[in-house]
């Protein structure tokens, strides 16, 4: 059995930086499409980021382009998403997610989910 477990969130004012960790557990031998998505209060869930297995391929959401940035490293089970010039509109929970197909920005090709880490941006 996968287990996600997120790592990273907290507090902060606006225009700073966040690193978000996500470590996999159960059955690494399986490389997995990994990706970060958040939820704030009242909203659906949104695509943030995802990378492919070996790491050459990355998609960033629009809204987060230019200031989010995924990378993962396959010999720690770990993905990470870095996060600059944070905006209150960044406020959510983010979570971490695995898929066993293709990257996807639908929540729903992801088969594994983190219990999610909460971000709050405000000054």
Same mark, same amino acid.
């Given at each position: 059995?996968?287990?996600?477990?997120?790592?990273?969130?907290?507090?902060?004012?606006?225009?700073?930086?966040?690193?978000?960790?996500?470590?996999?557990?159960?059955?690494?031998?399986?490389?997995?499409?990994?990706?970060?998505?958040?939820?704030?209060? $009242?909203?659906?869930?949104?695509?943030?980021?995802?990378? !492919?297995?070996? %790491?050459?391929?990355?998609?960033?959401? @629009? #809204?987060?382009?230019?200031?989010?940035?995924?990378?993962?490293?396959?010999?720690?089970?770990?993905?990470?998403?870095?996060?600059?010039?944070?905006?209150?509109?960044?406020?959510?929970?983010?979570?971490?997610?695995?898929?066993? $197909?293709?990257?996807?920005?639908?929540?729903?090709?992801? !088969?594994?989910? %983190?219990?999610?880490?909460?971000?709050? @941006? #405000?000054?």
């Amino acid at each position: 059995q996968v287990q996600l477990v997120e790592s990273g969130g907290g507090s902060v004012q606006p225009g700073d930086s966040l690193t978000l960790s996500c470590v996999e557990t159960g059955r690494t031998g399986v490389r997995h499409i990994m990706a970060w998505f958040r939820q704030a209060p $009242g909203k659906d869930r949104e695509f943030v980021a995802a990378i !492919n297995r070996s %790491g050459n391929t990355k998609e960033h959401a @629009v #809204s987060v382009r230019g200031r989010f940035t995924i990378s993962r490293d396959n010999s720690k089970n770990t993905v990470t998403l870095l996060m600059n010039n944070l905006k209150p509109d960044d406020t959510a929970i983010y979570y971490c997610a695995a898929s066993t $197909g293709f990257i996807s920005r639908d929540p729903r090709e992801y !088969n594994y989910w %983190g219990q999610g880490t909460q971000v709050t @941006v #405000s000054s």
